[in-house]
C-alpha cells in the first residue's frame, strides 16, 4: 500500500512505470519472461500467463461470487448499468470474499522454493 501511495503522490497513473509497450501492450514484457521462467522451472508447455487468472476467476465462480466483484478483481470493467452507475462508490471488502477460496488442489505439487544461499536443503 506504501507503494501505491507514493505512486499515486507522484500523480504518475503507471503503477509499474518500467513496463514499456510492445508490440501494442505493456504485458508483452512480462508475459514474454513468465513463458521462459516456467520453462526453466518444468511447468507445463500449455499453462500462460493468464492461466492464473483463469483459475482465479473459476475458482471465484465456484464460490458464488457476484459478476460484479469478480470483474472488479480481475480488473475488467463492469457492463451493468446497475454496478457502474449506481449505487455506493465505496469500495467493497474483498479479502473475505478471496480467503473462501480452496487453492488445496491447485497447491498439491507446489514445491517450496529455496534460494541458491538458503539454509534449506532440497
Keep these: 500500500m506504501q507503494y ?3 505512486r499515486t ?4 497513473a503507471m503503477l509499474f512505470p ?3 509497450r510492445q508490440s501494442g501492450r505493456y504485458s508483452h514484457g512480462p ?3 513468465f513463458g521462459l521462467f516456467k520453462t526453466k522451472l518444468g511447468f507445463q508447455r500449455d499453462k500462460s500467463f493468464h492461466s492464473f487468472r483463469h483459475t482465479f476467476i473459476d475458482k471465484l465462480r465456484v464460490i458464488q461470487a457476484p459478476d460484479y466483484i469478480i470483474k472488479g478483481l480481475a480488473g475488467h470493467s463492469g457492463d451493468s448499468m446497475t454496478h457502474s452507475v449506481y449505487g455506493s462508490k465505496s469500495p467493497v471488502p474483498l479479502l473475505p ?5 480452496d487453492w488445496r488442489s491447485e497447491l498439491v505439487d507446489v ?7 538458503s539454509e534449506l536443503t532440497r
Design 9 to 12: 503522490a507522484t500523480g504518475d
Design 18 to 20: 518500467a513496463l514499456k
Design 111 to 117: 514445491r517450496p522454493f529455496y534460494s541458491a544461499d
Design 4 to 6: 501505491i501511495e507514493t
Design 97 to 101: 470474499i478471496v480467503e473462501q477460496i
Design 31 to 33: 508475459s514474454r519472461w
